[in-house]
Every structure is written in structure tokens, then in C-alpha cells.
């Protein structure tokens, strides 16, 4: 199922925008999307039914969706099966969730990802921030096992640039694609992303977001 979803060696685009970003909401994320696609993006992340059901009636490449709904301090990307449930509706046809260890509302991982295996039929990728966490998402049933949350759980973050140690390790270890997510800004970074062994590298903020890149020049030059 895992192996389908995009091909090897392949970018995927993530086009969110919160709502303090003057880009929040499907008909701007839509645009993105399409844009990305037009580039050659082999599939989009997309955050929350309205954006996942706009997007998907605009491109043809997979649209993966999550649907950030929990609290900000714990698990909130898809933390339950009706978070899921609502994304795939709208027409996801790959869901992202929180693999982490941290303590989760409702019931265990397992459980979420069995669930949504069977009574949605779509393959779930598991946004983790350790090894560990890889091991304990991919067996609790994770087709995709992605490096997304590193840096955002509290551990150290070291610069602004990805972990490419975690996707090395999840690569080595792990018997499924590995999706390398979070802080790719350059062509460096994604080449070195899937030198480490991903199957796909998740661009963000370098492409979605010109609040965040202006932001970090403005940053760069006080
Ligand atoms: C930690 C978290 O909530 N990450 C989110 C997951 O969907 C998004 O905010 C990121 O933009 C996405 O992972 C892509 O990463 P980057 O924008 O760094 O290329």
C-alpha cells in the first residue's frame, strides 16, 4: 500500500497557512497547490477539511491530509479517528497523524491506525520526532513514517535546517518509505534528505509560506 503512494525519490508540497497568515483558507492554499503541482510536485500535505476538499477538486497528484485539531502543547496533528475521518471525506487519499509516544487523546496508535485502515481504506503516515518514536508508530501499522515533529517536542533544535540524522536513522531501521519533513529550505537540504534515505521530502514554509521566508531574511539581516 506504502509503496504507491508517492513515487520514489519524489516532492511533496505542504500548503498550510494559519490564520495569522494573510494566505489562511482554501482559495489562497488552492493556488499553492496548484502552483506546486504545475512544478512537478508529486503530491500536496494540506491541513483541515475546507483546504483538503478545495485542493483535492483542483490537482490530480495524492492530496495528504491532516487536520491540526488538538492542543498545540500535545498531540495535535489528526489526534483522533473523526479528525482523520473528516480529512479523508473531503478527499485525502493518505492521512498524516501524530506518531509520537506522547500521551494521546482517545485510544492508543494502534488502535487510530487500525481504525482508519479499516473504515477509511487509506494509508497513514506517522509524523514523529525520534527513532524511537519511528519504531513505536511503524508498529503500531504506519505505511509512511515521516521526521516531521523532530524539533517541535520539546527536545533540542539545532539551527533552523532538518534532522537529517533522524531520517538517517528511521532509514536505516525502519521496513517502510520514510518521508523527510520539516525545515527542507534549500536544494542542499532536500538532496541531503534523500541521501540520508527518504523516499520523499515534504517542502513546507520554502514554498507556501512568504510570511515565514521574508521573516527569516528580515531575522538574517538585523
Ligand atoms: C511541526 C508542525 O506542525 N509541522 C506542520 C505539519 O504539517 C507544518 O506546520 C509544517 O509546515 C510542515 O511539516 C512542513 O515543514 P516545513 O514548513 O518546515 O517545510
Known amino acids: 500500500m506504502?509503496?504507491?503512494v508517492f513515487p520514489f525519490r519524489s516532492i511533496v508540497v505542504s500548503c498550510q497557512a494559519a490564520p495569522a497568515n494573510p494566505l489562511h483558507g482554501p482559495g489562497p492554499m488552492t493556488l499553492m497547490a496548484r502552483a506546486a503541482e504545475a512544478g512537478g510536485a508529486a503530491g500536496i500535505r494540506a491541513n483541515g477539511p475546507a483546504d483538503v476538499a478545495a485542493i483535492s477538486a483542483a490537482v490530480s497528484i495524492?492530496?495528504?491530509?491532516?487536520?491540526?485539531t488538538g492542543d498545540r502543547d500535545g498531540v495535535y496533528i489528526t489526534p483522533t479517528f473523526e479528525a482523520a475521518e473528516a480529512v479523508v471525506r473531503a478527499g485525502a487519499?493518505?492521512?498524516?497523524?501524530?506518531?509520537?509516544q506522547r500521551p494521546r487523546p482517545g485510544g492508543d496508535l494502534a488502535e487510530l491506525i487500525g481504525?482508519?485502515?479499516?473504515?477509511?481504506?487509506?494509508?497513514v503516515m506517522a509524523d514523529v520526532d525520534t527513532l524511537a518514536a519511528g519504531r513505536y508508530a511503524r508498529a503500531a501499522g504506519a505505511d509512511l513514517v515521516g521526521s516531521t515533529l523532530s524539533g517541535y517536542t520539546g527536545g533540542p533544535l539545532d539551527g533552523d535546517g532538518p534532522d537529517l540524522a533522524l531520517v538517517r536513522a528511521l532509514a536505516d531501521e525502519l521496513d517502510c518509505p520514510i518521508v523527510a519533513e520539516g525545515r527542507y529550505w534549500t536544494r542542499d537540504d532536500?538532496?541531503?534528505g534523500f541521501a540520508a534515505g527518504a523516499h520523499t521530502v515534504v517542502v513546507g514554509t520554502a514554498v507556501t509560506n512568504p510570511m515565514a521566508i521574508t521573516r527569516r531574511l528580515v531575522e538574517a539581516v538585523r
Open 93 to 100: 487519499t493518505v492521512v498524516a497523524l501524530d506518531g509520537t
Open 62 to 68: 495524492p492530496v495528504l491530509g491532516i487536520n491540526k
Open 190 to 192: 532536500v538532496l541531503a
Open 2 to 4: 506504502s509503496d504507491a
Open 115 to 123: 481504525a482508519i485502515h479499516d473504515r477509511l481504506g487509506v494509508p
